[in-house]
């Protein structure tokens, strides 16, 4: 566990306001600083009374998938006291023996040519992290959002990092050394770049010391992001202390876990190191001051300034002012605090003198039948709310058309593709900038399954459902490459023209749906070698026969543990694992077989909450009849 550290003090404006991910601390809780976090494991349950702001489980308990009731859980978070929801997705690194999904071939964002290495393990973070924002895209769509974009980019969202998911570092399958680490950490990094090329801002980390150290090692490629820590507050009062924690990424502790209720409580802790910026216009810096408030000061506070003057002056009250009127720019004062109690830390403030900076939204996406009734309103930090900045388009038209209040909208239907818009913005104090805005029309989605395996011996019978999400009526797909090996029917069902021989076959082309939303699929089958084959002679008359004879299966160990109410994914060794067997265990407990290579089997294991820890048997039963047990752990 984190160890306490003494109280760090920050300078925070009055002005300054606070989303549920970044609240200002407080001695008492307030009204939207107290939540719940839900997922997969209270989908058609009761869920917990009204919060001031909920957080939801966007994956079924492993990355590549859905929580079924995403869309419900969402609707529950939006009725909150802070309507701004949160998310958070499961994370994992199985490397390229763990999982169908592992790249096999591409260039972007990172260069990736199936193997085990920091571009791929990058890549396939990035390919997760945009599932999961496409699966909270139609969400919010399906809840009635006019722009599920704006909403999910404005979102904060977090990265649960648990031993409990595959990670090439715990899972045993590879040696943990600092290679090894290595690809974990590009796996995480990629899901980071992911949300951030899409206009997520507010991105943080969910784990412990413990977890964190296991799976990372000790790294400096995560510094200054936020953390929501969980196993260090048995209610909502240690929860507040335990915001004095030390961070694993050395960012700020954001948010602690605790029990509340019969669910996973959270209390939102007081920022301890964000910076504070004020607008003012060049008019305005004349004869300007404000009050600076140090956060969880015992008794008075004294300032001590280092930088900034003579521009900026910060009195040891904390009253800031200006040495006069200033030109247009940015200026910064930094400096210590201490309290009456002798607890000390530092304070940062920007004064942005007539800059006018872009806010959210920036982007947003539209159905190619919606987009022409599209309109989004741009927004900036004006420096006085009384003076309505102007926005002159320069690039853009006739497509998008940006008002001279800011109001973008279209000049029509338009085809899908990407529309960008830009220009300059200005008011009457004196204050100018800039702004852009990107319009997505028309881009469907391809979902998971990206990748299958089969044997060559059952290649010939081999068939795959694909699909695409984000279309309004049927998906037509057109194949552009890939036969005669696969064949791709209209409606996006996968076949092969045969037996095929052991390989890798890659198949790609386009989709559509009736209203003009296009987009692109594509599909990769690995085919194993066949079961290996004996030779039987016989006499009279002397005869050779092949005959195929499968190893018989023999389950050596389990890799992972189950957990109630948890999704996890479990890795069985041995080998005979071919055809993907049937495995059960004890009520309550779902399995489904995502992979198996003859001397692998994946596991997704579903337990239900509530459900006794201890020692169970995974019985495996294959189609000619064949069974074998294997013990694992569940707790």
């Known amino acids: 566990m984190p160890r306490p550290l003494r109280r760090v003090l920050l300078a925070a404006c009055v002005l300054a306001l606070a989303s549920p991910a970044t609240a200002a601390a407080a001695t008492a809780p307030t009204a939207v600083s107290v939540g719940f976090d839900i997922s997969f494991p209270q989908c058609g349950g009761a869920l917990p009374p009204i919060p001031g702001f909920g957080i939801v489980g966007v994956n079924d308990g492993h990355g590549f998938s859905t929580n079924p009731c995403l869309a419900t859980e969402l609707a529950w978070a939006q009725s909150a006291a802070n309507a701004a929801p949160a998310f958070y997705l499961n994370t994992q690194n199985p490397g390229p023996t763990g999982t169908l999904d592992w790249p096999v071939s591409q260039t972007t964002p990172q260069a990736c040519a199936g193997n085990n290495s920091t571009g791929c393990a990058y890549d396939y973070g990035w390919s997760m992290a945009a599932a999961s924002y496409a699966a909270v895209l139609a969400a919010e769509a399906q809840d009635g959002a006019t722009t599920p974009s704006a909403v999910a980019d404005g979102a904060h969202w977090w990265l649960d990092v648990e031993t409990a998911n595959q990670w090439e570092t715990t899972d045993g399958l590879y040696a943990n050394n600092a290679t090894i680490q290595s690809y974990d950490q590009a796996s995480l990094l990629g899901m980071l770049g992911y949300l951030h090329s899409v206009g997520v801002t507010q991105v943080g980390i969910y784990s412990t010391v413990r977890q964190w150290t296991a799976i990372m090692g000790v790294t400096s490629a995560f510094a200054g992001i936020p953390v929501w820590v969980p196993g260090l507050a048995a209610n909502l009062s240690q929860a507040l202390l335990a915001c004095t924690t030390t961070s694993f990424t050395g960012g700020r502790v954001a948010m602690i876990q605790y029990p509340s209720l019969g669910y996973d409580g959270d209390y939102v802790c007081g920022l301890v190191e964000a910076p504070v910026t004020i607008s003012v216009s060049p008019v305005g810096s004349l004869g300007f001051s404000q009050q600076l408030v140090a956060d969880n000061a015992s008794g008075a506070v004294t300032y001590a300034q280092s930088t900034g003057q003579p521009q900026l002056l910060v009195s ?320």
């Open 316 to 635: 040891p009250s904390g009253l800031l002012t200006t040495a006069g009127t200033l030109p247009q720019g940015s200026y910064s004062a930094t400096g210590t605090i201490t309290d009456a109690s002798g607890d000390t830390g530092s304070f940062q403030v920007t004064l942005d003198v007539g800059q006018l900076v872009q806010q959210l939204p920036t982007a947003g996406r539209v159905k190619v039948s919606g987009s022409a009734g599209y309109s989004a309103q741009l927004a900036m930090n004006a420096t006085s709310p009384a003076v309505a900045p102007t926005f002159v388009q320069s690039t853009g038209q006739p497509q998008l058309l940006v008002s001279s209040s800011g109001l973008v909208t279209t000049s029509g239907t338009l085809p899908a593709g990407t529309y960008h818009a830009s220009g300059t913005v200005s008011d009457t104090l004196g204050d100018t900038g800039t702004f852009a805005f990107t319009l997505t029309v028309g881009q469907l989605v391809q979902r998971p399954p990206l990748r299958a395996s089969v044997s060559a011996d059952q290649s010939a019978t081999f068939h795959v459902q694909l699909d695409v999400g984000a279309n309004l009526g049927p998906i037509t797909y057109a194949q552009t490459s890939g036969q005669p090996a696969l064949v791709v029917s209209p409606t996006g069902l996968v076949t092969t023209s045969g037996p095929l021989a052991p390989g890798t076959y890659p198949v790609a082309g386009t989709v559509s749906d009736t209203t003009g939303d296009v987009g692109t699929f594509a599909f990769t089958l690995t085919v194993t070698p066949a079961a290996a084959t004996t030779t039987t002679t016989t006499t009279p008359p002397p005869t050779t026969t092949t005959t195929a004879v499968p190893s018989p299966p023999r389950a050596v160990a389990v890799i992972g543990r189950a957990l109630a109410g948890r999704t996890r994914v479990l890795t069985v060794t041995g080998s005979g694992f071919f055809g993907r067997p049937r495995v059960t265990s004890h009520p309550g407990t779902r399995v489904i077989v995502a992979r198996d290579t003859g001397r692998l089997l994946v596991l997704h294991v579903s337990v239900r909450r509530g459900s006794r820890n201890g020692v169970f048997v995974f019985t495996l039963v294959f189609k000619n009849g064949q069974r074998c047990r294997v013990r694992y752990l569940q707790g």
